[in-house]
């Protein structure tokens, strides 16, 4: 069993690790020959003071300097010999055996007493096989791109994976699901846009080349969309169109809007009008996204106090509630949005479709969707 392998592992690292004990005896020796060079020095020394080729004074000083050299290893030599003489003598490697082996039977014995030795492992493969409701992200994700690998035409197979890489902040892994999904399912409206966000996201905000290819496109699908429409003035606002942009949203508060929407494009406008300020999508600073994405969720909440009856509403604020990392509000919101549709079955599966989308789980307790 692994266990009984790490345990002999654990006592062969400890042998080569106590093999240094049995290196004193090298070390002595080591020693008594720097002693026997320092002797040999002084006698140079010596024979040169003799033949009057060094002068007194520097004679004195390299004597000394070797003396003290000398007295240094002799001591050094004593110690080693000592130490081989008490405890690391001819029995250094029975004690090194026997260090081991205590070590090795301690560990085998305290894994038996608080492990579960007889615990069945689960590799990978089992992991991808439970029930979806079980399942962790990460998993989830991992069987997801497992069936792609085996399947990469599957258009509806992007399409569930790009969300949820988009949910988990993967935006560079849902701008290729999307494109993917593009490649072997043609353009619509709902994977340019996924395309076209994922890149922006990805890009820190600021609308590129590609993402505004993207937007431009499904603009040409479906010029009527709000989505759509609040991109294309959100391009504008980049380009410094602002003329442009005002004129998109107030075409689009001059209809039937969300009010979530309405908000947003109504706080666009004040943007818009705002002197000495600037609009660039890209520029913005990170306190002050978060400030418009919080202003229309809030606001989205205190509406469906109101009103619970906007299906579309509660399901909306689930998943914002998801994407902003609030599991426990997207639960609440989800228990609320349950007992307000109590007698529309429909209604329900809608509700539980976008929990499990969210990430949340069965009935809000936590999980990944259903594939």
């Known amino acids: 069993m692994i266990w009984i392998i790490f345990a002999l592992l654990t006592a062969g690292v400890i042998l080569a690790v106590t093999r240094s004990l049995r290196r004193a005896p090298a070390n002595a020796h080591a020693g008594a020959s720097e002693v026997e060079v320092y002797k040999a ?8 003071a003799e033949r009057g080729t060094v002068g007194q004074e520097e004679t004195r000083q390299t004597r000394l300097e070797l003396s003290r050299r000398l007295l240094r290893a002799s001591r050094q030599g004593n110690a080693s010999s000592q130490g081989v003489g008490v405890g690391f003598g001819g029995n250094s490697a029975v004690a090194a055996a026997a260090t081991a082996a205590l070590l090795a039977l301690g560990t085998i014995a305290t894994y038996v007493v608080y492990g579960q030795p007889g615990l069945r492992d689960m590799p990978l493969e089992a992991r991808l096989n439970v029930p979806p409701e079980r399942q962790t992200v990460d998993v989830y994700i991992a069987k997801a791109e497992r069936e792609l690998r085996a399947n990469p035409k599957d258009v509806a197979g992007w399409m569930r994976i790009a969300p949820v890489y988009f949910r988990n902040g993967l935006f560079d892994k849902a701008a290729d699901a999307y494109s993917r999904a593009i490649e072997y399912g043609g353009m619509d409206e709902e994977k340019l846009l996924g395309l076209g966000e994922a890149l922006t996201f990805a890009n820190d905000g600021s609308i590129n080349d590609r993402a505004r290819l993207a937007f431009e496109s499904a603009a040409k699908l479906s010029p009527t969309s709000l989505r759509v429409r609040l991109w294309t003035g959100l391009i504008a606002e980049q ?10 949203y107030k075409a689009m508060l001059a209809g ?3 009010p979530g929407l309405r908000q947003l494009v109504n706080q666009r406008l004040a943007a818009l009008s705002a002197p000495d300020q600037s609009n660039d999508v890209a520029q913005a600073s990170p306190e002050e996204q978060g400030k418009m994405i919080r202003g229309m969720v809030d606001g989205l909440a205190a509406r469906l106090k109101e009103n619970k009856s906007d299906l ?10 998801a994407v902003l990392k609030e599991n426990d509000k997207a639960k609440d919101a989800a228990e609320t949005a349950r007992q307000a549709f109590a007698s529309d079955a429909k209604a329900l599966r809608e509700i539980e479709a976008a929990v499990k989308e969210a990430g949340l789980g069965a009935n809000g307790q936590g999980g990944q969707p259903r594939t």
């Not at 579309?312 to 509630?321: P, Q």
Request: charged fraction near 45%; hydrophobic fraction near 30%; proline fraction near 0%.
């Open 41 to 48: 020095q002084l006698a140079e020394l010596d024979r040169e």
């Open 239 to 248: 380009d410094g169109r602002r003329g442009e942009a005002e004129k998109i």
């Open 256 to 258: 039937e809007l969300h």
């Open 312 to 321: 579309e509403g509660w399901i909306r604020l689930i998943r914002s509630y």
